[in-house]
Structure formats: C-alpha cells, structure tokens
C-alpha cells in the first residue's frame, strides 16, 4: 500500500447492540490515524476520526463526522472526497483517511 508502514482493522460489538468496526493506519513519518465506526445494519451511528495529525480548520473533522453519521458504510469514502480543496491536512492526507472508510466498508460487507 502506498504511503503506509503499518495498518490494522478489527470489530467488536458496540454498547448500544450495535456492531463497531475500527481501522488504523500508520502512515510513512510515522503519524497514525484512526477511524471507528458504530453501525446499525449498514448505516452509521457513531463515527470518530482520530490520531497524530492537525487539520486546518479544525472543525472540519467534526463536521466530516457529522456527515457521515446516518450514512450508509458504503458511501463514507466518498463523504472524505467532498472535503478536496476544503480541509489542510498536516500528518496524513485525505486518501489515507478514504484508504481507512474503504477499509471499514469491506469489512461491513459492503
């Protein structure tokens, strides 16, 4: 995988019945990022970004979050995509971020 030192993904079931799906990567520099996702069925009721990086606003992250919470697992990548051109990212970039949605939507099954 381009750009990647190390990766991993795992589920377990959730708090609220739910199942949660996680992934991380750590990407060449040695920043990581991860990404969990809580589903029910297919659609996505929690969503946290986290890990060794800043974005610029900052507040875009939680927004992407917001976004993606109610969505199907399968369109989370394509949710990172609508944020070209309107997020800096500094540590990872938007395809590692996507790299890990891809990840998570296999997988679901998706």
Do not use: C, N, W
């Not at 507040?59 to 917001?66: A, C, G, K, T």
């Not at 969505?71 to 070209?84: I, Q, T």
């Amino acid at each position: 995988m381009p750009g990647s030192s190390s990766r991993s993904t795992g589920a377990r079931s959730g708090s609220t019945g739910g199942r949660v799906l996680s992934a991380s990567r750590k990407v060449i520099g040695g920043k990581m990022v991860k990404v969990e996702v809580e589903l029910a069925g297919r659609r996505v009721r929690r969503v946290t970004i986290s890990g060794d990086f800043f974005a610029y606003p900052a507040e875009v992250i939680e927004e992407m979050e917001r976004e993606m919470t109610g969505a199907d697992v399968g369109e989370l990548p394509s949710v990172v995509d609508r944020y070209r051109g309107r997020v800096e990212l500094v540590g990872i970039t938007l395809e590692d971020l996507r790299e890990l949605l891809r990840q998570l939507a296999e997988a679901s099954g998706a």
